[in-house]
């Protein structure tokens, strides 16, 4: 069955540090995602990515923040200060543009940020 | 703007005992609505989706859900629970137009032998 990777599984980095995390989304799929998940906080939504360019944004998606689509598998999200409260589980999720994956977001398993 | 309301954090039960995970919206348009599961070390895996037509929504793994669009509820449940169902259980809305989800924070369930 088809499913969304994520690298590393576990990143640790220092403040003021750039970081790039990684994911692989379902070869099909065309909308992408980036969430996160503060300890003991709700998975909140960072970013939605279409055709090549951000559709959605939320507040947490400061300029400290990127997505690019380096290749025709990977999507990345660059953090390029980090600070302390960038620690969190990154969660990359895709979906298709028709037919039952349409509204259903594939999450990958996460990569664990840690900022010392 | 959307938001999710999980009342329990943790909820413990005994096995083959039948369960309700409660979850509650407020939205000023129409959503869809979702249940996500979380076993350890994993991501987060769709239970089950409303997006119209039926209130009653089946899922996997034996799990149902109703929309109730009076109450902006969408409960989660399952009449007998195993082991295996330990885990954690997020709610989320998106609007109707847009993609983004908002989730709740989560209810831990925990089954008991």
């Known amino acids: 069955e088809p499913e969304v990777t994520q690298t590393p599984s576990h990143q640790v980095t220092q403040m003021g540090q750039e970081v790039i995390l990684r994911c692989v989304p379902i070869?099909?799929?065309?909308?992408f995602y980036w969430y996160r998940q503060i300890l003991g906080q709700k998975v909140e939504f960072l970013v939605s990515f279409y055709n090549n360019e951000i559709s959605e944004k939320s507040e947490i998606f400061d300029d400290q923040f990127s997505v690019e689509r380096p290749d025709g598998s990977n999507f990345t999200l660059k953090i390029r200060s980090t600070k302390l409260e960038d620690s969190a589980m990154y969660f990359c999720?895709?979906?298709?543009?028709?037919?039952?994956?349409?509204?259903?977001?594939?999450f990958g398993p996460g990569t664990r940020l840690t900022v010392l | 703007a959307q938001s999710v309301t999980q009342l329990d954090s943790q909820v413990p039960v005994f096995e083959e005992a039948p369960v309700e995970l409660r979850c509650n919206y407020s939205?000023?348009?129409?959503?869809?609505l979702f249940w996500y599961v979380q076993y350890p070390n994993q991501g987060l895996q769709l239970l089950l989706k409303?997006?119209?037509?039926?209130?009653l929504v089946k899922g996997i793994n034996g799990f149902e859900a109703e929309f109730n669009k009076s109450q902006t509820s969408f409960h989660l449940r399952k009449p007998s629970v195993h082991i295996s169902d330990t885990a954690e259980y997020f709610c989320?809305?998106?609007?109707?137009?847009?993609?983004?989800?908002?989730f709740g924070s989560g209810t831990q369930l925990t089954v008991l032998p």
């Open positions: 070869s099909n799929h065309l909308y």
């Open positions: 999720a895709s979906s298709g543009l028709s037919g039952s994956s349409y509204n259903e977001q594939f």
């Open positions: 409303y997006l119209s037509g039926s209130t």
């Open positions: 939205s000023s348009v129409s959503v869809y």
């Open positions: 989320a809305v998106s609007p109707g137009s847009a993609r983004q989800l908002t």
